[in-house]
């Protein structure tokens, strides 16, 4: 039999929570940072939509 080669060794991993270099965010802080702006977004024209069609004079 072969044995499988561990592929993880070959590239140095990331550390989760780590930068990966030149002061930039890591990749995961900066998308939940994209979704959560997206979605406060959203959130606030809905609730401004609300306003606008229930506040009728």
């Not at 140095?12 to 990966?20: F, K, N, Q, S």
């Not at 965010?25 to 994209?34: K, S, T």
């Amino acid at each position: 039999m072969t044995k499988a080669r561990d592929k993880s060794k070959d590239k140095p991993r990331d550390d989760t929570g780590a930068e990966r270099g030149e002061g930039r965010f890591p990749r995961g802080l900066a998308l939940r940072l994209f979704a959560y702006l997206i979605a406060g977004h959203l959130l606030a024209a809905f609730l401004y939509l609300l306003f606008e069609v229930g506040g009728g004079k």
